[in-house]
């Protein structure tokens, strides 16, 4: 794990972690609806986990430096395609996944065209910026993914495996090697750190969570 000076705590015009103006599409029965993704409310404390988190950051400031290089990069070749290739990837990968989102009937060739695929591409891809936005905040990143990887707990009966998540993050690193052309390995190997811990996160998240729902049966 990198350590970095407390100074980015010391500066006035730190930024505080960025709002998620968007909005998260939760998959009901195929049918998408929408949901705020987790975000801090306290701004205050925002500032005073920050500095704390600033010490102990799970990735290196020169990978975090690259990651947010890439993403500009990334972006001027077209954001708004970033998610439906990390997510048809996915579903190339694990074709059983269609399932969770309703997508079983559609022809691989036609996912593009369908509302529920374009709705949850946007989600990685917001997710994504967000992630990339608030990096000099872990604390809320592990917390954001922890809540998320919870709440994958009610696919458990639609057939959710959360080995799927190893394959998402193998998508996301292919994706993120594609827009630096394969020749920048520094980016894709900082990707991979990064995707990496947030999968650790949310399978944090996700066996709290049932061990939780384990000891609720037990004590009832």
Not at 45 to 62: D, E, P, T, Y
Not at 130 to 148: A, D, G, S, T
Not at 181 to 189: C, K, M
Request: aromatic content about 10%; hydrophobic content about 40%; some cysteine.
């Amino acid at each position: 794990m990198g350590n970095d000076s407390s100074r980015l705590c010391c500066r006035e015009s730190a930024a505080l972690p960025a709002n998620l103006a968007s909005m998260r599409y939760k998959v009901d029965g195929g049918r998408p609806r929408k949901v705020r993704l987790y975000r801090p409310e306290n701004t205050i404390l925002a500032k005073s986990v920050g500095c704390i988190n600033a010490k102990q950051h799970f990735m290196h400031r020169r990978d975090r430096l690259l990651i947010s290089k890439s993403w500009m990069k990334a972006q001027k070749t077209g954001a708004e395609y970033i998610g439906a290739k990390i997510f048809h990837r996915l579903l190339t990968a694990q074709p059983e996944i269609k399932t969770i989102f309703g997508l079983e009937h559609i022809p691989h060739e036609m996912l593009k065209y369908d509302l529920r695929f374009r709705q949850h591409s946007l989600v990685y891809t917001k997710t994504i910026d967000y992630v990339v936005k608030n990096l000099e905040f872990p604390h809320y990143l592990e917390q954001h993914f922890e809540l998320l990887g919870r709440r994958h707990v009610q696919y458990q009966g639609r057939g959710f495996d959360p080995s799927w998540w190893d394959s998402f993050a193998e998508c996301m690193t292919e994706a993120a090697a594609e827009w630096e052309l394969h020749r920048n390995r520094p980016a894709t190997s900082a990707w991979r750190i990064l995707v990496s811990n947030i999968i650790m996160f949310m399978r944090r998240g996700f066996d709290d969570e049932i061990g939780r729902m384990k000891e609720k049966v037990v004590v009832g």
